[in-house]
């Protein structure tokens, strides 16, 4: 399918707090079961950074989003690969007819409001030479796509959605407000989630090499 190429990157432009834009979408999406398609159309006319935003709030906090983690990180990561290249995103019909649960924004907003409302009062356009070019820009949803696809692991351990969960929110809303402090914290902490899997990775090895020689005695 043909995509269009995305607007080039550009100034920051003054827009409603993060908290008053959720809310706006959480109005949107109040009524029954959803499916993605539907957020789309809720957030039309609206950044793609905040799609993201909202796909990874559930992960950074304690809402329970058993099986979500795959799909939504998948989601984020194909949004962000084709940012990157310049397209505008297209989707797989089957993703974007996936059923979401009953209520699921409102759960989600709801817990994650204080979040919100703390990010917003340190968000502001700043580091202006970290957004300037679509070079740079493609590198911070480089990042992203790490993050998503670390996040998409179907991982039943703690820790293993929310750090690159974090990792997204800060990424995408650095993009956002052109934020080059939140770019550089988003950063930080996919390198955090990268090394957080590392050492979970090594862990489960050791473990396994560990009962293989056990049952082998």
Same mark, same amino acid.
């Given at each position: 399918?043909?995509?269009?190429?995305?607007?080039?990157?550009?100034?920051?432009?003054?827009?409603?707090?993060?908290?008053?834009? $959720? =809310? +706006?979408?959480?109005?949107?999406?109040?009524?029954?079961?959803?499916? &993605? @398609? *539907?957020? !789309?159309? #809720? /957030?039309?006319?609206?950044?793609?950074?905040?799609?993201?935003?909202?796909?990874?709030?559930?992960?950074?906090?304690?809402?329970?989003?058993?099986?979500?983690?795959?799909?939504?990180?998948?989601?984020?990561?194909?949004?962000?690969?084709?940012?990157?290249?310049?397209?505008?995103?297209?989707?797989?019909?089957?993703?974007?007819?996936?059923?979401?649960?009953?209520?699921?924004?409102?759960?989600? $907003? =709801? +817990?994650?409001?204080?979040?919100?409302?703390?990010?917003?009062?340190? &968000? @502001? *356009?700043? !580091?202006? #030479? /970290?957004?300037?070019?679509?070079?740079?820009?493609?590198?911070?949803?480089?990042?992203?796509?790490?993050?998503?696809?670390?996040?998409?692991?179907?991982?039943?351990?703690?820790?293993?959605?929310?750090?690159?969960?974090?990792?997204?929110?800060?990424?995408?809303?650095?993009?956002?407000?052109?934020?080059?402090?939140?770019?550089?914290?988003?950063?930080?902490?996919?390198?955090?989630?990268?090394?957080?899997?590392?050492?979970?990775?090594?862990?489960?090895?050791?473990?396994?090499?560990?009962?293989?020689?056990?049952? #082998?005695?």
């Amino acid at each position: 399918m043909a995509t269009s190429a995305a607007p080039d990157p550009g100034p920051a432009v003054a827009a409603r707090p993060l908290s008053h834009e $959720l =809310a +706006a979408v959480e109005a949107a999406l109040s009524a029954g079961p959803l499916s &993605l @398609r *539907a957020v !789309l159309a #809720a /957030l039309q006319g609206r950044a793609y950074e905040l799609l993201m935003v909202l796909l990874v709030l559930p992960f950074a906090v304690p809402v329970s989003v058993p099986g979500m983690s795959t799909p939504l990180g998948l989601v984020v990561a194909g949004i962000a690969v084709q940012l990157a290249f310049g397209r505008l995103p297209w989707l797989p019909r089957r993703l974007l007819d996936a059923r979401l649960p009953d209520g699921f924004f409102g759960k989600v $907003l =709801a +817990a994650a409001r204080g979040v919100v409302r703390f990010l917003e009062k340190f &968000l @502001r *356009a700043r !580091l202006p #030479a /970290l957004t300037e070019t679509r070079r740079l820009v493609g590198f911070h949803l480089f990042g992203i796509v790490v993050a998503a696809l670390l996040l998409a692991l179907p991982l039943l351990i703690p820790f293993t959605n929310m750090i690159p969960g974090w990792a997204i929110l800060l990424l995408a809303l650095g993009l956002m407000e052109r934020d080059g402090l939140f770019l550089l914290a988003g950063h930080l902490v996919v390198w955090v989630s990268i090394g957080y899997f590392l050492l979970l990775g090594g862990a489960i090895h050791r473990s396994l090499d560990w009962l293989l020689h056990w049952f #082998a005695q």
